[in-house]
């Protein structure tokens, strides 16, 4: 059985008649004769029987059809999809931190429809912490990631494509918010919310406050940042934090940090030497040539 004998199948229940059939196929009717043949000797049933000078489904005929043409949509599906994902349309399955939700990854996603207006390219967008995210490139859930950089990911490529300095925020009403900035040493007195051991901005913090001279009071360690502004919006103590369209929005009052001063680096991450459609590339090479890095 081969996809050929199941066109040629399809097309002679259609027509009921195997010079009709045989024409629209472009083959000669001994052909067509020897396929259907062939296909009923491989399936050990009839699936046409005369009936006057025409022939026409047996039941088991009408049963295989319906099967045929439900495998045949499908296939069908899957070739067309497969071919516009070859001329750069399809889907790009796209993840990033719940930070870059707000004006990066909208930017980078605006900008790339526009410049490639005449191609059909949907996005797949999943929002999670770096390591998760990681984890579901190197699992193919995700084409390209936008998160920080981790180290010991040898499979991984980094690329810094957009940054954010760091803050610190306080409760409005906190001993700290009449300064509009400060050092990390100052704050070490204040119990402090922390990002997660799992957030790639974890080991960054932690550097600072290594070279601030100290650690503070920590009371909780929370994976996501806009979290963490509504857990100091409501008094549960001081942070840093990306410095976040969101914040502006929040009841918390916003600092600069003047010493250890620090940015932090978004990147694109991207499995090397592995194949990604033409979409994904093209989307690549889109943000890598459109990057926000000052």
């Not at 191609?119 to 995210?133: I, K, Q, S, W």
């Not at 994976?223 to 934090?241: N, P, R, W």
């Amino acid at each position: 059985m081969n996809l050929y004998h199941l066109r040629y199948f399809v097309t002679l229940a259609h027509w009921e008649h195997y010079t009709k059939a045989a024409a629209e196929l472009s083959i000669t009717q001994p052909s067509l004769s020897h396929a259907i043949s062939s296909l009923e000797q491989e399936l050990g049933v009839n699936l046409f029987e005369k009936e006057g000078r025409n022939i026409v489904l047996t039941k088991y005929g009408r049963l295989f059809l319906a099967d045929v043409e439900k495998s045949m949509e499908i296939l069908e599906a899957g070739i067309k999809t497969l071919k516009s994902a070859g001329i750069g349309e399809g889907t790009i399955d796209l993840g990033f931190l719940r930070t870059l939700g707000t004006d990066v990854v909208p930017g980078f996603i605006s900008g790339y429809q526009k410049e490639y207006a005449d191609r059909n390219v949907n996005f797949n967008l999943n929002t999670g912490v770096t390591e998760d995210l990681l984890n579901g490139l190197k699992n193919k859930k995700y084409d390209l990631v936008l998160c920080s950089k981790m180290p010991k990911e040898p499979s991984i490529e980094f690329i810094p494509v957009a940054q954010q300095k760091l803050v610190l925020i306080v409760p409005i009403n906190h001993p700290l918010a009449i300064r509009n900035s400060i050092t990390l040493t100052e704050t070490l007195q204040y119990p402090q919310i922390i990002f997660s051991k799992r957030s790639g901005l974890r080991p960054i913090i932690d550097e600072l406050f290594e070279v601030a001279g100290g650690y503070p009071e920590v009371v909780y360690e929370i994976k996501e940042d806009q979290v963490i502004a509504g857990f100091v919006a409501k008094g549960f103590g001081i942070a840093v934090v990306p410095d976040m369209p969101i914040l502006e929005t929040m009841d918390v009052k916003k600092l600069e940090i003047n010493s250890p001063n620090w940015q932090r680096n978004f990147y694109l991450a991207f499995l090397k030497d592995k194949y990604i459609s033409p979409a994904a590339q093209t989307f690549k090479n889109y943000i890598i040539e459109h990057s926000l890095l000052e």
